[in-house]
């Protein structure tokens, strides 16, 4: 099966909850990615061994799987070492995705995506520049994700979402995904109109606190 070809031109729907979140159990991940297989997602963004193993066994789309691990000296994260990728990999995830940002980091991106390969899986670059994007694709990403402009330091302040990243990967040649800050249907098909290949979207369908608060601080304003 080509993933990519299996999500490409759809919604993608990342079913995560912060730790203080009322939603954090995996119990209550697995009903996230239930919900967002029966609105018509093609595939889930799942943080998480544990959670990518029981959405694995209850949903048939393909995961995007990634992990959240603080690492002394770095501030990357997203499934920042090589075991990361390993655990993923064996609890079913069918894509691997990390941060490829350029930032001190405990594994260079060339040997997570060796592992990645390795492997027999997809490999999708977090970035939030178009020069970590081509260092990724040169180094052996599959695609690369715009999930981490306005993330980075360097990147601070940049419009949410980032089309004109969009449009430097897109006219780049570059494989890519829309993530990130996407709160708007019309911001989804925008992407796609700039060439993604599929659009990620969490918090604006999965997080129900981060929801309420957009419509509690309108009333409020």
Same mark, same amino acid.
């Given at each position: 099966?080509?993933?990519?070809?299996?999500?490409?031109?759809?919604?993608?729907?990342?079913?995560?909850?912060?730790?203080?979140?009322?939603?954090? $159990?995996?119990?209550?991940?697995? #009903?996230? =990615? @239930?919900? +967002?297989?029966?609105? *018509? !997602?093609?595939? /889930?963004?799942?943080?998480?061994?544990?959670?990518?193993?029981?959405?694995?066994?209850?949903?048939?789309?393909?995961?995007?799987?990634?992990?959240?691990?603080?690492?002394?000296?770095?501030?990357?994260?997203?499934?920042?070492?090589?075991?990361?990728?390993?655990?993923?990999?064996?609890?079913?995830?069918?894509?691997?995705?990390?941060?490829?940002?350029?930032?001190?980091?405990?594994?260079?991106?060339?040997?997570?995506?060796?592992?990645?390969?390795?492997?027999?899986?997809?490999?999708? $670059?977090?970035?939030?520049?178009? #020069?970590? =994007? @081509?260092? +990724?694709?040169?180094? *052996? !990403?599959?695609? /690369?994700?715009?999930?981490?402009?306005?993330?980075?330091?360097?990147?601070?302040?940049?419009?949410?979402?980032?089309?004109?990243?969009?449009?430097?990967?897109?006219?780049?040649?570059?494989?890519?995904?829309?993530?990130?800050?996407?709160?708007?249907?019309?911001?989804?098909?925008?992407?796609?109109?700039?060439?993604?290949?599929?659009?990620?979207?969490?918090?604006?369908?999965?997080?129900?606190?981060?929801?309420?608060?957009?419509?509690?601080?309108?009333?409020?304003?």
């Amino acid at each position: 099966m080509d993933i990519m070809e299996t999500m490409r031109g759809r919604l993608v729907v990342s079913c995560q909850a912060a730790e203080t979140s009322p939603l954090h $159990a995996t119990e209550h991940i697995v #009903a996230l =990615a @239930r919900a +967002a297989a029966l609105g *018509g !997602a093609a595939g /889930v963004r799942i943080e998480g061994v544990r959670n990518v193993q029981a959405v694995r066994g209850a949903i048939d789309l393909p995961i995007i799987g990634i992990t959240k691990i603080a690492q002394p000296g770095s501030d990357v994260y997203i499934t920042p070492s090589l075991e990361d990728v390993r655990s993923l990999v064996a609890a079913g995830a069918d894509v691997i995705a990390f941060d490829a940002t350029d930032r001190p980091r405990p594994v260079p991106v060339a040997d997570i995506v060796s592992e990645i390969t390795r492997l027999g899986k997809a490999g999708m $670059a977090d970035v939030s520049t178009l #020069a970590e =994007a @081509r260092q +990724a694709i040169a180094a *052996g !990403a599959d695609f /690369v994700g715009t999930t981490l402009s306005g993330y980075t330091p360097y990147t601070a302040g940049t419009a949410a979402p980032d089309f004109a990243l969009m449009g430097d990967l897109a006219q780049a040649g570059i494989a890519f995904v829309a993530e990130g800050r996407i709160w708007e249907p019309e911001q989804a098909r925008r992407a796609l109109t700039l060439g993604a290949a599929f659009v990620v979207v969490g918090s604006a369908i999965t997080r129900p606190d981060e929801i309420t608060r957009r419509f509690a601080d309108a009333l409020a304003g």
